[in-house]
């Protein structure tokens, strides 16, 4: 089985799209039947029963159609961009290795590296569109364990992962170190406070790179994912300039 496919499963999203439209079909039901027995037995609390539903089928259909139809879960951001057997296409031969077993310095961390992807508690995040990449110290005020990472690729798109475990301030500085010296993804660090000036720049690029090229999304991430060191030079270049000092 390809990978993408296993790690929706393991995702259990193929289940949840069951049981989420299952819920909506059982406010349809309620909806109907609280209206039927209102008018056979002229009962207001019944009717009022069949509006909230009925309201709430409408106010949800939105949301649970787009998530019932959206391929993938366990891709975001891309699975809105790309098709289903593109996305399966880029996944096929990927290897992927706990980065315990490349740094041992790195531990109980739910990262997997491929060749060409990053695996963030289940959710996979292309290296070829990747630019900023990044863990946070913080803390949970309910005691739960919290490491939130960010992800920003070429596109100005931005995908948060809770890697769901407490790492040490060490510990997350050992993965920024890894991630700039390895991948080659830039962290928050470095960015300082001009992180959402540099987002602001990566998507009015993209629309640019769109319009001169004359292509739409789905041609260009296909451009950008085939030669990433191209693209990749071209966003370097318009970080600002004590950004670029440091990198």
């Not at 029963?49 to 409408?58: E, H, M």
């Not at 939105?62 to 289903?84: D, E, G």
């Not at 995040?125 to 920003?152: C, D, E, H, Q, W």
């Not at 991630?179 to 000036?197: M, P, Q, R, Y």
């Amino acid at each position: 089985m390809n990978q993408i496919k296993i790690l929706e499963w393991k995702g259990m999203y193929p289940v949840k799209k069951i049981l989420l439209v299952m819920l909506w079909l059982v406010g349809c039901f309620l909806s109907v039947a609280g209206s039927i027995v209102s008018i056979s037995n002229k009962d207001v609390k019944s009717l009022l029963v069949g509006i909230l539903f009925g309201i709430g089928v409408v106010v949800f259909f939105s949301r649970v159609k787009k998530y019932a139809f959206t391929v993938y879960h366990c891709v975001p951001c891309l699975n809105f961009k790309l098709q289903k057997e593109e996305l399966e296409k880029l996944l096929e031969g990927e290897v992927f290795e706990k980065i315990s077993k490349k740094d041992g310095n790195i531990t109980n961390c739910d990262i997997k590296l491929s060749e060409h992807w990053i695996c963030a508690r289940g959710k996979l995040i292309a290296k070829n569109l990747l630019i900023i990449g990044y863990p946070r110290v913080t803390s949970s005020l309910i005691g739960r364990a919290t490491t939130p990472m960010k992800f920003i690729y070429m596109t100005g798109d931005i995908i948060n992962v809770d890697l769901k475990t407490d790492l040490s301030v060490d510990k997350i500085s050992l993965l920024r170190k890894y991630f700039w010296n390895h991948l080659g993804i830039v962290s928050a660090v470095v960015l300082g406070k001009a992180e959402e000036e540099v987002i602001d720049l990566f998507k009015k690029q993209y629309q640019i790179l769109k319009e001169e090229m004359e292509l739409d999304d789905h041609e260009l991430l296909i451009e950008m994912i085939k030669e990433p060191e191209k693209f990749k030079k071209m966003y370097m270049e318009i970080l600002p300039y004590h950004i670029k000092k440091m990198v």
